[in-house]
Structure formats: C-alpha cells, structure tokens
C-alpha cells in the first residue's frame, strides 16, 4: 500500500539523528567498476535475435512538404528490407514533463535535418546505403525564416514587474544598459539516442537512452496510439542527457513503428551528425539587461528582458531571466520575454535551461555596473540581497548565498585583485572575475519501494541515473535509514515496471526521488519500532543491529523474510510558501594573450550551497561539470547555422567545441556549505546539477574584462571577438 506523503517542515532532520555516517560521504559509485569495463548495458547494447537497424532519413529542405518517398529506388540493394513513412510515421507525442516533443508530423517540414522516414535493413550499413540513396521528392516552399533576428513572427508576452520600474531606472544616478547575444548550443551527451524496440503480442518493450521514464511511457504510447500500461522502457544506464533525452526521441517512435510493421526488433542508432540537426538545440539568445543604482551601491531598478527561438507550435521558451527574479533586490523590477518563430531544429532544455545562458548576461551587466560605481563587485551583490523574493514576496528557504561569496572571496585571494589590465606576464595579461550562482530547486512526485531482508535491502525504482550517481545516493540513503552500510543496499533503476520516480531533470532528481526512498525506509523504521516494542523517535540502527527501549536486536532477527514499503512524495505547502532555490558563487583567474586574444582559464572556484550534501563526490562532479560547461559557454561553445538553410553546420563534435580536458585549468576547486534546506523536500537537500553552470560563463568573461580592460558582450569570446 502506498502511502503519499506531502512535504512539511516537520519531516526533516532524521538524516542528523541517524548517525550512521552513510549519507553524505564521498562514496565510489557503485556501477563504476561495470561502466569503466564495458559491461553497463546501454540502449544498444545486448541486440536480441533477428533484430533489423534503422537509419532515419533527414529533410534536405527547410520549409514544405514531403511529396513521395520511393521506396522502390532501394528496394533492390541487398539487406534493405524497407521503408517507414507515411503522414503517421512520426506523431507528436505529448509533451508532458519533457518540454519540447523532439520529433514532428510526417509529411510536413519545418526545419532541415527533420526525420522524414527510416530504412530498415539486415544490418546497420544496408540501412544506413539504403538511407543514403532513398529518393525522396520535396515540395519546398519559399519564405522559410531561417534566422531569429529577421523573424516574420515574434510573440512578445506581456513584461511581469514589480514597482515603477520607468521612474526607478530614469531617477537612479548610475546606470547599465546592455544588449548581448549568447550562441546556440547543443545538449552534447556521450551517449547518442539510441533505441531497441521488440513486440511481445501487443505490448513494446523499449530500451533507449532516456532521462525520465515514467513520462516517457505516456509520450510513446500516445505516439503510437496505444494504452500506457503495455509499454515497458529500460533504461539502467544513460550516457548523459542534458536534456536532450528528458523526452522521447524519433529513434524510439520509428523504431517502435517500425517494429510493429515488420513483426520483428528493430533498433536505431542515431549518428552523431543526425543527434546535433534533428532532436533540440538550445536557443540563441539576444538579452537586454538593466541595472540602475545609487552611488552606494543600493539596486533601484533590475531589467532582463530577452528574445529566444522556437519552431511554430512547440511550447518551450528558454527561461532566461529565471535567477534574475529573485538573486537581487530592487525598488522595481521588470522581465519581458519574446519568442521568435522560425525554421531551425527545434529548441529545448539544455543543461542548466534559463540561468545557463541568463546568467551569463546578468552577472557581466552587474560587474559592469560594479565598475562604474567603484564598488568591489562582491559587495555590490552583499549589499542587494533582497529579503523575501521580489517578484512574489514568498520567504527564501535556508539561503547561503552571501556565505558563498564571502567564502569564495577569502579562499580564493580576491582582495588581491587588480586594476583592468594591471597585471601583465609576458604576453599574458592575467585577470580575475567572479559571478554569483543560483538555481531554483524543485521537488517532483515520484515514488520508490525499498525491501529489507535479512542482511540487505533493495530499492526499486523507474529513476534513471544518467551519470548523476544515482545508484551511489540511494544506497546511501537507504543504508543511513536502515543501519547498513551502502555496499549492502541493491539499487534497481530505470524499468517503467518499477515504482514511477521523478526521473533526472531540472536538478531534481536525487532530491526527490531520493526523498521516496528516504520515506519508504521511515516506514520501514516504524515496522521494525513496532516489533521491537518502541517508540519511531527512540529506534537507532547502526551496523546491523537496532537499538530501543532497553533493547538491542539483530536487524536480521526483526526481519521475518522481508519487510517491503513503498512511498511517494509529493510538494506540499512549504513549496507554496518558501522559494528553495540552489546559490553559489564562482571565482576565476584567467590569461588573455595580447596578440592572438586566445583566453586560458588558470583557476576556477567554485562555492555551493545546496542543502545537504547526500554524496560530496558525485555533488563535486556534478558541480565540476557544471563549471566546465560554464567554460565552454564563455569561450569555445557555439552552433553554426547555415544562413541560406537554417541547418546546422556543426554537427560533430569536432565542429563544435565543448570544452576539454586541455581546455579546463588544473586548479579547479569546489566546496560546499554545510547547510540544510528544511523547506526542501524531507533530506534538506538540494539540486546541485545545473548550479555549477549557472554563472561561471559571467566569472570568464568578467575575469577577460579585468585581465585587459575588453568588455564583451557576445558569447562565447572566441579570439576573433577578444583581439
Ligand atoms: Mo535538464 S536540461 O532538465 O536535463
């Protein structure tokens, strides 16, 4: 029997009485050792018997239609076994948790690289021969908006605000008035979207690459018009999503298709070249961004207003100013957001949507302002923490905001920092910048069962751990809970038959799901008082052994043949009423070569809060990660569009540059504020994922500007753009 819990206040805080000293602690993940030889099963690992291979078929035209696939052109090379296509060959599937539906009607074409149809062959190179010479007739049209800035159409939404933002900003003595542009980019997960699928009568299994598997089970049956309940998705291992994968993509609905069509599995690989141009790319933005102050320092006005891209009918919209709501206080503020319509694959959540390219612009407007009122950038932002939200007046959650940056700022030597190009080694002029980190926290329903037999327990659920560590987390919490040590905790993941958990989005994830565990193992405390005559409050289980009311038992000796709980967690009131919200600050060091205008990043701090700490390795790689990223967005990542087509033209990623081992500085230090987010979820933890990047791009570009006086306002800053 599940039971739902709504969270309250009151649930917190057993983590510190547990005392086993499980939770929290730097522990290996325990699929390592599978993932590093080779024996992780990803989607398109373990091909079952008599599977076919799919290649998709891209659109070579922007705008139009499809006006016949001849089949018949490749019917006769050998190991091609057909086509799939059709005006039902790829539906829409409902949207859901996953924002943007990667994947678009049939014979319609809206952007370049769509997937119009899949060629199945006897084996991987016979489809993708057949897919390379499929002919296929187009009806392109003219008057394809290929390019944002010249839109035909552009839906400006109503500004929200706070205050008299005109006379605010005009009355104030200092002021900063920006446009920037922050480039495309793309998700760039290891892994390329892959899918197996197999019939068994009516029901699908689905193995593919996927971030959130209790909704991806609604968006394919809805796609392929069947009931939810016959499709199962596996999913034990992901090679990375970034949101690329939090919906189902057209490999899972062709291969499914497909495999229906021909009575046999069928399994899609997607190249690298077709996951860059046909699943979802992140917008390109244009942002102005406002500040005004006294000569003190004192915020007046804060202004963010933005203009992103979409195809026609997809609901996502970068949520660029998402930190800019509530970091900073103000007499006025003002948000404004414009949605440009046009003929490019499709946009959608990338790493860290919102704050990732946001705060970018934000955090090198406030330096800018810093300047020009010759307040110490740090300051400036001590000194304008608002009180209570200022957009909806709701109370802050426990918020180490200012601790992070007086923290950062001590550790990382700031107060030695110079004057715009003081500093000079060579021909490196050094620099060094900081931002401000910040991320809203949420906590999503999600369900898990947890089994504790003699000598062990399990944990069941749909979660995925997409390289985020959630198989090292919840044995951790199920252990802390239940007095075992990890390593004898089962972590089950990524199975649609399971427990539906939160799935692995918005930094959400190892917070909420981990919170079903974390309940489902209380109920399993409750049972194990009662057979020990107690009270919950005075059970303690350490080591195996359960002590309370005079009494000390064998864990093993309570345990009949097993006891099973299941939980569910849901938000409850304290999420109506309190923000939670991650907070950090970054502090870089950078050298800008005087002649090439190359940037090298030396040093790279980073400081979190984010509640409690559940794993402080994992927590540090993810936060790591998020400052590579932040990197990569400052200097190197950007996607190149064809100006004639819209396509992508970097789609490799050779072309594309995320940032490498030789791109990120050695010294690149992370920690954490030892903090609890009581209004969180029951842990007092919080998403740590999309912080790391959320502001270490605006460090970079602040540290550019100190380095050699140069204020950027387009990102990345390649060394056309610096020199
Ligand atoms: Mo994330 S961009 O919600 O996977």
């Keep these: 029997m599940t039971e739902t819990f709504r969270m309250d206040k009151a649930q917190a805080r057993l983590l510190d009485e547990t005392g086993q000293g499980v939770i929290g602690t730097p522990m290996d993940r325990p699929d390592g050792p599978q993932k590093v030889s080779g024996r992780a099963r990803y989607a398109a690992d373990g091909t079952p018997e008599g599977t076919a291979h799919g290649v998709l078929v891209r659109a070579t035209i922007t705008k139009g239609k499809v006006a016949a696939i001849h089949a018949d052109s490749i019917s006769d090379l050998p190991g091609v076994i057909g086509v799939v296509s059709g005006p039902e060959f790829i539906r829409n599937p409902a949207q859901g948790m996953a924002n943007a539906a990667p994947v678009q009607p049939g014979t319609r074409v809206d952007y370049h690289g769509q997937p119009i149809a899949l060629v199945v062959g006897e084996s991987f190179e016979a489809a993708r021969d057949g897919a390379l010479r499929l002919k296929v007739d187009f009806e392109a049209e003219a008057g394809a908006d290929v390019d944002p800035d010249t839109a035909s159409e552009v839906e400006t939404g109503d500004p929200s605000a706070v205050g008299d933002w005109d006379s605010a900003f005009d009355g104030a003595a200092f002021k900063v008035d920006r446009e920037f542009t922050t480039a495309a980019q793309v998700a760039a997960a290891m892994e390329p979207h892959a899918a197996i699928a197999e019939w068994q009568g009516d029901k699908l299994l689905l193995r593919s690459s996927l971030q959130m598997l209790r909704f991806n089970k609604n968006e394919i049956a809805d796609s392929l018009g069947i009931p939810a309940e016959n499709v199962q998705i596996l999913a034990p291992f992901v090679g990375g999503g970034f949101g690329s994968k939090l ?391 950007e996607i190149s569009h064809d100006p004639r087509t819209g396509h992508i033209v970097t789609r490799d990623l050779a072309n594309y540059h995320v940032a490498s081992h030789a791109d990120v500085p050695a010294q690149m230090e992370v920690s954490f504020l030892d903090n609890r987010d009581d209004e969180a979820n029951p842990m007092q933890s919080r998403g740590v994922g999309e912080l790391g990047i959320s502001g270490a791009g605006a460090a970079v570009f602040n540290a550019i500007h100190n380095a050699c006086g140069v204020r950027l306002y387009d990102f990345p800053a390649t060394p056309d753009k610096v020199i």
């Design 247 to 637: 919906g189902i993509g057209p490999d899972a609905v062709a291969a499914a298709q497909a495999a229906r069509e021909l009575g046999r599995p069928v399994r899609v690989v997607m190249p690298r070249q077709a996951v860059f141009d046909s699943i979802l790319r992140r917008t390109e933005t244009t942002q102005r961004v406002r500040f005004a102050a006294d000569a003190d320092g004192k915020l007046r006005a804060v202004g963010h207003d933005d203009r992103v891209s979409n195809l026609w009918e997809e609901g996502f919209a970068e949520p660029t100013s998402s930190c800019s709501q509530f970091l900073y206080g103000a007499d006025a503020l003002r948000f404004q957001q414009s949605l440009a319509r046009n003929h490019r694959t499709p946009t959608g959540s990338v790493r860290a949507p919102g704050e990732a390219v946001g705060m970018l612009t934000f955090e090198a407007a406030l330096d800018e302002l810093a300047e020009q009122l010759d307040i110490d950038p740090v300051e400036l932002r001590l000194k304008n923490l608002p009180d209570t939200h200022p957009m909806t007046g709701q109370a802050f959650s426990s918020r180490g905001l200012a601790e992070c940056l007086r923290r950062g700022a001590e550790e990382f030597g700031w107060s030695a920092r110079g004057k715009p190009g003081a500093r000079r080694e060579g021909d490196w002029f050094i620099g060094v910048g900081m931002a401000s980190a910040g991320r809203p926290n949420m906590l999503i329903q999600a369900s898990a069962r947890v089994r504790l037999e003699a000598g062990g327990a399990t944990v069941e659920t749909d979660m995925t751990d997409i390289g985020t560590g959630t198989y090292a987390i919840f044995a951790q919490i199920a252990g802390e809970m239940l007095g075992l040590s990890a390593d004898r905790v089962t972590v089950r993941l990524g199975d649609t038959d399971l427990p539906g958990a939160s799935g692995s989005g918005g930094s959400f994830g190892a917070s909420s799901s981990g919170s079903a565990v974390f309940l489902a193992a209380r109920k399993i405390r409750a049972k194990l008082a009662e057979a020990m005559g107690c009270d919950a409050d005075e059970l303690t289980l350490q080591d195996g052994i359960a002590r309370g009311g005079n009494r000390e038992m064998a864990i093993s000796d309570l345990v009949q043949s097993e006891i099973v709980e299941e939980a569910q967690i849901e938000a409850g009131k304290t999420a109506e009423s309190h923000f939670s919200a991650g907070y950090g600050a970054h502090f870089v060091e950078v050298a800008v070569h005087a002649w090439t205008g190359e940037v090298r990043v030396r040093r790279m701090l980073g400081i979190m809060d984010i509640g409690r700490v559940l794993n402080e390795k994992t927590a540090r790689s993810q936060a790591v990660g998020g400052m590579v990223w932040g990197l990569g967005a400052a200097l190197t990542e």
